[in-house]
Each structure stands twice: as structure tokens, then as C-alpha cells.
């Protein structure tokens, strides 16, 4: 895995914001597959700045969510999918309709995860971008995750809840969520993780420098053939 420490929050969204508009200047028809939560919101915000001073487009680009809560329709502040509308859909040239989040409402979720599955096996992605669980997972893919999982529906962990909690003010947290699979995620040409912050900091070690092991789903990385690592020196500091 490639390592990229940076001094601060604003230093990684540049870097991870770089690596994304490199992939939509040297692809005809980029794909690529985004990650939600506080970490990645600086980086969508230089990729609004880089498209308004015209140096991107993402009119030819295909999107790819890694997840979606059960049971919050897109109408939802607090869905996934408003999430990436605020963030970067509805500030930049991109078509909605090239953009994909598992459906967390859908009747039938078994059915769901097939077709989101299908989507995916039809359209590789050219980047993955993920941010990193305190418990190391990535996307929902909590400890214990098997590496050959497709999209399927989680029990979100108490840690991840409890982490989650804060964005929703009546503490009514979803317990599940849609997810793409850890095979999902290693489908994709390049991978980019980011990590923030100094509660970050054992999960990035153990990323890092752990065995590669279901305990710790991000660990996987380390036998990606490109991944990036980028981290700001707080989450870093038991890696250097
Ligand atoms: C979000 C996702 C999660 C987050 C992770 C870190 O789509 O899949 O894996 O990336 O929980 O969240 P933040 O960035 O809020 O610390």
C-alpha cells in the first residue's frame, strides 16, 4: 500500500481531490466509486472548486456509492443519497442519472443487492475512494466481514452507531444499511483511503501494519495492487 502523510484535513482533501480529477482527465468514461461521511465532504469540495474554475467535468462520469442506510428515502437529510447531492452532485455537470446508491427503501433488499451487484460486475470502476471505520471497516463492511462479500445488508456494529449518531438529532440512528462488498471495493483499478483525525489512529496501525485479517476489513488494502493511503498526521502518528 502506497502512504501519503499530509500535515492536516485540508492538505488530505487537496491530495484525494488530485488523485479523483486525475482519473476524470485521463478516462474517456470514468467510473467511479465514492464514500460518504465526514472524511471525504473537504475533497468533494475542492472537486466543486476544480469544476467551477473549469479544470473537470463529470459529464461523462458514472457513480457508484459504497452504501446506503435501510429505510431512509433519498428525501431523507440524513440519506446517503442527499448526502452526495449537497456534497457534489448538485454542484457540478454530472448527469443524476449516472448515479448510483443501493436503494435502502426497496421492498424486497435481498432483490436489491442483487441488481446493485449486477451494476457492478457490468460497470468496473476506475477509483474507489473509501473512508476508514474506528473498528477499520470499509464502506459497512464491519470486523468479521468475509474478503469475498458482494453487496449485501448489514447490521450496523454499536460503535458504528454510536459514531453515526451524532448527525441525527433524535438519535433514531438506522441499525441497517445496504453495502457493497469487500470484493466489491478490491474490484476497483485504484483504491483510495482516507483517514483523519487521531481517533483514526489505531485503525490506521492497524491497517497498516496488522496481519491481514477479517478483524480489521480495511487490512485487505494491503494486498491491493494500487492503494493509496493518504492520512493526515494525527491518524498517522502510530505509523511513523
Ligand atoms: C461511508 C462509509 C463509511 C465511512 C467510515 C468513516 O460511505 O462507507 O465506511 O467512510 O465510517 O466515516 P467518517 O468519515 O465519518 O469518519
Known amino acids: 500500500m502506497k502512504i501519503v502523510i499530509v500535515k492536516n484535513y485540508n492538505e488530505l482533501s487537496a491530495a484525494a481531490a488530485l488523485m479523483i480529477a486525475d482519473v476524470l482527465r485521463c478516462v474517456n468514461n470514468p467510473v467511479l466509486s465514492l464514500a460518504t461521511g465526514s472524511t471525504p465532504i473537504g475533497a468533494y469540495a475542492e472537486l466543486v472548486n476544480a469544476y467551477r474554475d473549469n479544470k473537470i467535468s463529470f459529464k461523462n462520469v458514472l457513480t457508484f456509492n459504497l452504501d446506503e442506510y435501510v429505510g431512509l428515502p ?5 440519506s446517503y443519497r442527499a448526502y452526495m447531492n449537497k456534497h457534489l452532485f448538485d454542484n457540478v455537470d454530472i448527469d443524476k442519472d449516472n448515479t448510483n446508491l443501493p436503494d435502502g427503501t426497496a421492498d424486497d433488499l435481498e432483490q436489491e443487492c ?47 452507531i454510536k459514531a453515526n ?41 492497524n491497517t497498516v501494519k496488522g496481519r491481514v485479517s477479517d ?26
Open 74 to 78: 433519498a428525501t431523507d437529510g440524513n
Open 114 to 160: 442483487k441488481r446493485y451487484s449486477a451494476l457492478l460486475e457490468k460497470h468496473p470502476r476506475h477509483l474507489q475512494l473509501l473512508g476508514l471505520g474506528r473498528n477499520g471497516h470499509i464502506g459497512f463492511n464491519e470486523p468479521g466481514t468475509r474478503f469475498d462479500s458482494v453487496t449485501h445488508v448489514v447490521e450496523l456494529t454499536p460503535d458504528t
Open 165 to 205: 449518531s451524532r448527525l441525527f438529532a433524535d438519535g433514531a440512528v438506522p441499525r441497517r444499511a445496504v453495502t457493497m462488498g469487500i470484493k466489491d471495493i478490491m474490484a476497483a483499478k485504484r483504491i483510495v483511503l482516507l483517514a483523519s483525525g487521531e481517533n483514526k489512529a489505531r485503525a490506521v496501525y
Open 215 to 240: 478483524s480489521c476489513p480495511a487490512s485487505v488494502l494491503q494486498t491491493h495492487p494500487d492503494a493509496t493511503l493518504i492520512a493526515d498526521m494525527e491518524a498517522a502518528h502510530e505509523i511513523v
